[in-house]
């Protein structure tokens, strides 16, 4: 029996079986067998020595594009040109390697740029540094496009684009991920935007971006299809070029390349595309991801944007008419001058404004707001009084269930959204729970407080929720310190956490949702 397959690591995810497997079948190829092998660089080297005379050929992913180049007969100078291999023949006892994703990513742009009307890109921004991107360094060669920029972190090394780009004789301007104004810039100055990068590395450049009608996104990512750089570009009616295109079109060479036939690429996309919806009603399991798979792309993309705005009326509508006597009563028993009802709401409004610029309309956005607006004034009672309403908590507790349940309607990630909300109110309850326990340690109002903010920074990530913890802390530090150096308290006196614990969360949700990695 005659087998093909597809090598990598990992590969169980792999959709190379599935639109291989249906170019076959429309072939009328019988008797072949394609299968899904796990390889690292590590065993690379015995694999390719142990290709029997059945293999037909086999699929090439990370990380073994680069590393099995060395162990080949032969090499197609445009997988040369590029650096990476992603397919291998065998041929009377010749293992050739050939480079089918430059055709993938050329084929792919060019259908919608049929698809939708607009003439083809003369300038480009690819995203990353690495074998895709050089393979896409050679797509635009193809496309005649002249004008290319490359946006990365780091742009050395022997399997980077710069050396692909010297092979190739491109020129590129080379542009630092870290500047994220200057890689906005450069978006918004090219006809094409090639984003190489894994799911969620992109996302924080989507917020900096306003494309126009004309302007073209090709990112390769396609599981999940819904990326944030995806609804940047549907929201503005610019066109996007399908990732699962590009996959189609370098397995349809690959078939190809292997059989000596030439499959139908339509075949081969709807066989990707059913298989891509059986898994996806495969991970929604629950009433919410019913509800997103529902929803058409532009609503759900804007469904963020609608949520905020009502979180913020409804959050100032309920302070207008009865929120504001939690302040007063407050500060009657304290016998200090509260705000007046108009300050509160005007307050609100403008902390409100500002987090929802901040926040840019992220899946979790309701979080966000109830949280910078309702907190703000149970910062500002805990400051005076050293006492947390327990009544702003409540509704902050509302408000951050809210955006946890609207983020995971909304996010491909919603997974993760919900695991780390739950972790993070764990990361944040656990210890102040234990300080609360200690003689003089923190207030019964700070333990409630804690899930709540811990559930809301936990949802971005982690890591988000325990720097966020860690700043709180060292904050009313740095604030109990300088008071004691001023001569305004005494070594005994008490730090009202409240004001420290509410503005640390935010920072380090909005630092982690929206800007990038490098912070």
Not at 211 to 233: C, M
């Amino acid at each position: 029996m005659t087998w093909a397959g597809v090598i990598g690591s990992p590969i169980e995810h792999s959709l190379s079986p599935v639109i291989h497997r249906a170019a076959w079948e429309a072939l009328g190829i019988s008797g072949w067998e394609y299968r899904r092998i796990e390889c690292d660089r590590d065993n690379l080297p015995a694999l390719i020595g142990g290709i029997d005379a059945r293999c037909g050929g086999l699929s090439v992913t990370m990380p073994c594009k680069q590393a099995v180049m060395p162990l080949l007969d032969a090499i197609d100078p445009l997988a040369s040109a590029v650096g990476a291999v992603n397919t291998v023949v065998p041929s009377a006892g010749v293992l050739a390697g050939f480079n089918t994703d430059v055709t993938g990513i050329a084929s792919a742009i060019r259908r919608a740029c049929a698809r939708s009307g607009v003439p083809h890109p003369a300038s480009v921004l690819v995203l990353g540094a690495r074998a895709t991107a050089s393979s896409a360094l050679a797509a635009l060669g193809e496309l005649g496009i002249t004008r290319t920029s490359v946006a990365a972190r780091r742009f050395a090394g022997p399997g980077s684009v710069i050396a692909a780009a010297s092979r190739l004789g491109v020129v590129i301007e080379q542009i630092p991920w870290a500047d994220m104004g200057a890689v906005a810039r450069a978006a918004a100055g090219v006809d094409l935007l090639i984003s190489t990068l894994p799911a969620g590395a992109a996302d924080p450049l989507a917020s900096f971006l306003a494309p126009t009608e004309r302007q073209v996104l090709l990112d390769v990512v396609y599981s999940p299809r819904e990326t944030a750089l995806r609804a940047a570009f549907e929201r503005s009616g610019a066109v996007v070029a399908e990732g699962t295109d590009m996959l189609v079109f370098q397995g349809a060479s690959q078939v190809q390349l292997m059989t000596g036939r030439s499959p139908d690429p339509d075949v081969m996309r709807h066989a990707l595309h059913e298989e891509l919806a059986r898994r996806a009603r495969e991970s929604r399991g629950g009433g919410a991801r019913m509800i997103v798979g529902l929803l058409p792309p532009r609503i759900s993309a804007d469904l963020s944007l609608v949520s905020g705005f009502l979180t913020w009326v409804t959050v100032l509508v309920w302070l207008w008419r009865s929120g504001w006597r939690i302040q007063r009563r407050y500060f009657v028993e304290a016998t200090q001058t509260p705000l007046t009802r108009n300050a509160i709401v005007w307050v609100a409004a403008l902390v409100g404004a500002v987090s929802f610029v901040a926040a840019q309309m992220r899946p979790g956005i309701p979080a966000v707001l109830v949280v910078s607006m309702v907190g703000a004034l149970s910062a500002y009672v805990d400051a005076r009084t050293h006492r947390l309403p327990n009544a702003y908590t409540l509704v902050m507790g509302i408000g951050v269930a809210a955006g946890i349940v609207i983020g995971a309607v909304i996010s491909p990630l919603w997974q993760e959204r919900l695991s780390g909300s739950l972790i993070g109110a764990l990361i944040w309850l656990v210890p102040i729970w234990v300080l609360n326990r200690l003689p003089g340690g923190m207030g019964g109002g700070d333990v409630k407080l804690a899930p709540v903010l811990g559930a809301m920074v936990g949802s971005v990530g982690m890591h988000a929720a325990v720097f966020a913890l860690v700043l709180s802390f060292v904050s009313a530090g740095v604030a109990a310190l300088w008071k004691i150096v001023v001569g305004s308290a005494g070594t005994k006196s008490r730090v009202a956490m409240g004001p420290w614990m509410i503005g640390s969360a935010l920072v380090g949700t909005i630092a982690w949702g929206v800007v990038p990695d490098w912070l």
